[in-house]
């Protein structure tokens, strides 16, 4: 295994490299290490952390923090592939209780909130980062035409047996394809987003929406400056969660590559309630919808 470490030395929002660190410890740290030892087990070590700093930035131009030093693509593989253990990950979801899978469906409908006319069927959703498919599976029974996009090869032979349909790199997609592009929990593990965001632009129809959940850390950072921080697994959670967005972040990130924040209009597939629910996340929340900034 070539495991090793790379730095990301300039916002990965804005790509500016006036940036401060706000905490900064060794991960063989005795408060690293242990809680590292604790979560992925002894072989945590194979991702040789000896010398590597476990560092929190912040941009000084729109605030985006972000961990500094992260893993490669070899280390990130066999971090989620072997030190996340697949079987236990699959039986947390899969033993989840109504409202759990009832969230699936509550999320999945909210397609229709911008298409009130269209037929399922004829709109095209992508679940990028689909995990074990659950949403694709909610999806395709509301009717839509769902795909699920995925890298691990456990979680993709899961989703196909309960029929989802894979593109396994979303390179493979062709130009003002999807409608709709869901990604829950993805943003804040990606090396580089932005990336991501450059295809999402490519992917997506004109008319296309795309909704991105990422933990909302905006609690979190303000712990970053005691002394008394420790590392746990919420927004800031190490070696995952390495990129730290809040409400504002999260639209600064988006505009930065050329999507903007909306909401859906009223109208007969939304509520009075749901129409107004959503205004107000657009202030509070780091679910949000975006659209190309045409």
Known sequence: MNIKFISRNECISCKSKNLKILNSEF???ENIFNYLQLFYGDNVKDLNLENQKLEYAVCLNCSMVWQKNVLNEEGLEYLYEILIYAESSLNKRESGSYNHFYS??????RV?????????RDIKVLDFGMGWGHYCIA??????DVYGCELSDVRIKFAQKNGVKIIKNIKECE???FDFINTEQVFEHLNDPSIIMKEFQRILKNSGIINISVPNSLKSIKGLNSPDWK????????????????????????????????????????????FFKEKIKSYISTSLYFKKSI
């Not at 699936?104 to 409908?109: D, F, G, T």
């Not at 999806?139 to 839509?144: E, I, P, R, T």
């Not at 930065?256 to 007969?268: A, D, L, M």
């Open 104 to 109: 699936y469906i509550e999320n999945a409908k």
């Open 175 to 177: 130009d003002n394809y």
């Open 27 to 29: 991960f063989t740290s």
């Open 231 to 274: 590392p746990s697994n919420n927004s800031l959670q190490p070696l995952q969660h390495i990129n730290s967005f809040t409400p504002q972040t999260l639209k600064s990130f988006a505009s930065n590559n050329n999507f903007i924040n909306i909401t859906p209009e009223y109208n007969k597939q939304i509520s009075i309630k749901t």
């Open 112 to 120: 229709k909130y911008f298409y009130p006319d269209r037929k399922p």
């Open 139 to 144: 999806s395709k029974a509301l009717g839509f």
